[in-house]
């Protein structure tokens, strides 16, 4: 059992950072593959991206490659998202999930999820 918790959002202006931290317990998390999602009012919930359980592997969305930096200390059971140069279209509430089993784009894929933490983009 894997329970996961984000944090690190906020308000703030266009081409601005925020770093996005998700905070997990279980003795296991070392060996789970983590991603980034997002969902913004009335659409999807979509990909942003994702790291293999070593965090030798990392993999992003065509819309924050060269903007996004995914990362994870196992020796802290933590993962971060390091948000850069903003943009009012990336607000949304973002999600870390977790799965045991390689690495994938794709929601239905993952057995964990935490609450999310709002981020607003403001032009």
């Known amino acids: 059992q894997v329970q996961l918790k984000e944090s690190g959002g906020g308000l703030v202006q266009a081409g601005g950072s925020l770093r996005l931290s998700c905070t997990a317990s279980?003795?296991?998390?070392?060996?789970?593959?983590v991603g980034w999602f997002r969902q913004a009012p009335g659409k999807e919930r979509d990909f942003v991206a994702g790291?293999?359980?070593?965090?030798?592997?990392?993999y992003y969305a065509d819309s924050v490659k060269g903007r996004f930096v995914i990362s994870r200390d196992n020796a802290k059971n933590m993962v971060y998202l390091q948000t850069n140069s903003l943009k009012p279209e990336d607000t949304a509430l973002y999600y870390c999930?977790?799965?045991?089993?390689?690495?994938?784009?794709?929601?239905?894929?993952?057995?964990?999820w935490g609450q999310g933490t709002q981020v607003t983009v403001s032009s």
């Open positions: 279980g003795r296991t998390f070392s060996s789970y593959a």
């Open positions: 790291i293999s359980w070593s965090g030798g592997s990392t």
């Open positions: 999930a977790a799965h045991p089993v390689g690495s994938s784009r794709s929601a239905s894929s993952y057995d964990y």
